[in-house]
């Protein structure tokens, strides 16, 4: 069964006539975060798949993704040499493209729920992931685009810098434990910023 989630009636409308489809509604906005953990705990399938409504799968794409991986090292690709779709293991994922075991997903706990509309949830997904023994792969002959607006179709009360800023300063105080300073060094702001406990 696929979710979808909407803030406008009509908006889920055509997406009804689909086979597998149910359109979830808030009774109130409760921006990404939670909106995502409802879409998991109401799916039935043992593979959850996040895909924000700006990503697109596709046969193909020349885009520039502003979201940016490093590229493998000399070694690595040496490594890889015969196996160019093999899943490539990394530290941090993209938060719009997802694919997780549902029972993993819920072992972990989900999404902080406690982080505001956008921003961060990446982050601390990934590192709740790899901190309670699990990993994570980029997919490399997956065909996702993950296409960016030039502005967010929906506000922020507290202003979308200070909304990202709660979000990472809250994963940082977490997840990071000492490592936290490399953080507040590059974000010295963000020591101001109320983060809920």
Same mark, same amino acid.
């Given at each position: 069964?696929?979710?979808?989630?909407?803030?406008?009636?009509? $908006?889920?409308?055509?997406?009804?006539?689909?086979?597998?489809?149910?359109?979830?509604?808030?009774?109130?906005?409760?921006?990404?975060?939670?909106?995502?953990?409802?879409?998991?705990?109401?799916?039935?399938?043992?593979?959850?798949?996040?895909?924000?409504?700006?990503?697109?799968?596709?046969?193909?794409?020349?885009?520039?993704?502003?979201?940016?991986?490093?590229?493998?090292?000399?070694?690595?690709?040496?490594?890889?040499?015969?196996?160019?779709?093999?899943?490539?293991?990394?530290?941090?994922?993209?938060?719009?493209?997802?694919?997780?075991?549902?029972?993993?997903?819920?072992?972990?706990?989900?999404?902080?729920?406690?982080?505001?509309?956008?921003?961060?949830?990446?982050?601390?997904?990934?590192?709740?992931?790899?901190?309670?023994?699990?990993?994570?792969?980029?997919?490399?002959?997956?065909?996702?685009?993950?296409?960016?607006?030039?502005?967010?179709?929906?506000?922020?009360? $507290?202003?979308?810098?200070?909304?990202?800023?709660?979000?990472?300063?809250?994963?940082?105080?977490?997840?990071?434990?000492?490592?936290?300073?490399?953080?507040?060094?590059?974000?010295?702001?963000?020591?101001?910023?109320?983060?809920?406990?």
């Amino acid at each position: 069964m696929f979710l979808f989630f909407f803030t406008i009636a009509a $908006d889920g409308e055509l997406l009804l006539g689909l086979p597998k489809v149910q359109v979830l509604r808030n009774d109130k906005r409760e921006g990404l975060i939670r909106s995502r953990v409802k879409g998991a705990n109401a799916a039935s399938s043992e593979i959850l798949t996040f895909l924000d409504s700006h990503c697109e799968c596709n046969l193909g794409f020349d885009w520039s993704l502003h979201f940016k991986w490093d590229n493998l090292t000399p070694k690595e690709k040496k490594a890889r040499k015969g196996t160019p779709i093999a899943p490539i293991r990394t530290p941090m994922i993209a938060g719009g493209l997802f694919v997780v075991d549902k029972a993993w997903f819920e072992k972990l706990g989900q999404y902080d729920v406690m982080m505001d509309i956008w921003g961060g949830e990446n982050f601390e997904i990934s590192f709740r992931t790899w901190q309670c023994g699990g990993s994570m792969e980029i997919i490399p002959c997956s065909r996702v685009g993950h296409v960016f607006r030039k502005r967010h179709p929906y506000s922020f009360p $507290d202003g979308n810098a200070n909304t990202y800023m709660k979000n990472t300063r809250r994963t940082a105080e977490v997840w990071m434990d000492e490592y936290k300073r490399f953080y507040y060094a590059a974000r010295p702001m963000a020591r101001s910023a109320n983060y809920g406990r």
